[in-house]
């Protein structure tokens, strides 16, 4: 049973909410009726108790914009039971009541920037979705507007593996309050502007140790053949069984796009000065690591930050900080 909040709305307004079940139906002829029903008491009743709670002269305007995004969402598969990922089920459950406050002021954008971010985190490989939503939830008594809310979600992305977020989740962090912005890193104790320039100056800030990356496809991995990579400022593009990728790694996770044949022929093969290979043991600096792959047949690549290490023996790419 949905909650009473919820339900006095829905009857205040039966005649309204079923014509717009109505015409979504029009609109999505396969749309199950059965799973909108679960979606709007396990997602929706939530957050309508939430606003019911915060701002009550809100919870119709609310109510009603969040069952017409229901309609949209369940009507695409995006929600719902039978949701391909219930990450989207979970972020209106669990993370939308927490913005309370703001649902009530603008409840298009706030559930549309929430359920965009949650369809893309869920799509990307190896981010982790888990982590954003506790990040959210945890700086979400400090945001106060849509473009705060924006900037976090960013942020927090890229903190939760989502790589490419780099350049635009740093742009997005100033646009905060210092507090916030350090809130959202998890460092409630520094100076903004000191680990704003730590951050963009070194991409591996806070993880000394690097991370391996890919495995075999047949095995439900990234590359067919052993891959073998050339670097550029931004990544390094990598081949595999005649296909072509752009891998963007930091601290926090690592990404594959696609890129093309003549983007790795365009790349450089190579190791700075600082790096040296003894066998199967590569020197980087003052750092000596020892790695668990034949020697003889081992490939460098470098960027400015990035050390990446391949073989004929392996489907992984590991990388390596320079500094």
């Keep these: 049973m949905i909650?009473?909040?919820?339900?006095?709305?829905?009857?205040?307004?039966?005649?309204?909410?079923?014509g717009r079940a109505a015409e979504a139906r029009r609109r999505f002829?396969?749309?199950?009726?059965?799973?909108?029903?679960?979606?709007?008491?396990?997602?929706?009743?939530?957050?309508?108790?939430?606003?019911?709670a915060a701002a009550p002269e809100r919870v119709g305007g609310v109510t009603l914009a969040a069952?017409?995004?229901?309609?949209?969402?369940?009507?695409?598969?995006?929600?719902?039971?039978?949701a391909k990922n219930p990450f989207l089920n979970t972020v209106w459950?669990?993370?939308?009541?927490?913005?309370?406050?703001?649902?009530?002021?603008?409840?298009?954008?706030?559930?549309?920037?929430?359920?965009?971010?949650?369809?893309?985190?869920?799509?990307?490989?190896?981010?982790?979705?888990?982590?954003?939503?506790?990040?959210?939830?945890?700086?979400?008594?400090?945001?106060?507007?849509?473009?705060?809310l924006r900037a976090v979600g960013q942020v927090l992305a890229w903190r939760a593996?989502?790589?490419?977020?780099?350049?635009?989740?740093?742009?997005?962090?100033?646009?905060?309050?210092p507090a916030l912005a350090l809130a959202?890193?998890?460092?409630?104790?520094?100076?903004?502007?000191?680990?704003?320039?730590?951050?963009?100056d070194y991409p591996w800030r806070g993880n000394a140790e690097g991370r391996e990356f890919g495995s075999f496809s047949g095995l439900g991995g990234d590359f067919g053949t052993p891959p073998q990579v050339r670097a550029t400022n931004d990544g390094f593009i990598v081949r595999s069984a005649e296909r072509h990728y752009l891998l963007v790694a930091d601290?926090?996770?690592?990404?594959?796009?696609?890129?093309?044949?003549?983007?790795?022929?365009?790349?450089?093969?190579?190791?700075?000065?600082?790096?040296?290979?003894?066998?199967?043991?590569?020197?980087?600096?003052?750092?000596?690591?020892?790695?668990d792959l034949p020697a003889g047949d081992i490939a460098i690549a470098a960027n400015a930050h990035t050390l990446a290490i391949t073989s004929p023996w392996t489907h992984a790419i590991r990388l390596l900080p320079l500094a």
């Design 3 to 18: 909650s009473p909040a919820f339900a006095s709305v829905l009857a205040s307004g039966r005649a309204q909410f079923n």
């Design 29 to 52: 002829p396969a749309l199950d009726m059965a799973a909108f029903g679960a979606f709007l008491h396990d997602g929706v009743d939530p957050l309508v108790l939430a606003v019911a």
């Design 67 to 82: 069952y017409d995004m229901a309609l949209e969402l369940v009507g695409h598969g995006l929600a719902g039971p039978a």
């Design 93 to 148: 459950r669990e993370l939308a009541p927490l913005f309370a406050p703001l649902l009530a002021t603008a409840p298009v954008d706030v559930l549309g920037m929430l359920s965009n971010a949650a369809i893309h985190i869920a799509s990307v490989a190896g981010a982790r979705p888990a982590q954003w939503q506790a990040g959210m939830a945890a700086v979400a008594p400090q945001v106060g507007s849509v473009a705060q």
């Design 161 to 177: 593996g989502v790589a490419h977020f780099r350049q635009g989740a740093l742009a997005a962090a100033d646009t905060l309050p």
């Design 184 to 200: 959202a890193f998890d460092e409630p104790g520094a100076q903004w502007p000191q680990v704003h320039a730590q951050l963009l």
């Design 251 to 291: 601290a926090y996770g690592a990404v594959l796009h696609s890129a093309t044949a003549q983007e790795y022929e365009q790349a450089t093969t190579g190791m700075p000065s600082s790096v040296r290979l003894d066998g199967a043991t590569v020197h980087v600096g003052a750092r000596s690591i020892a790695l």
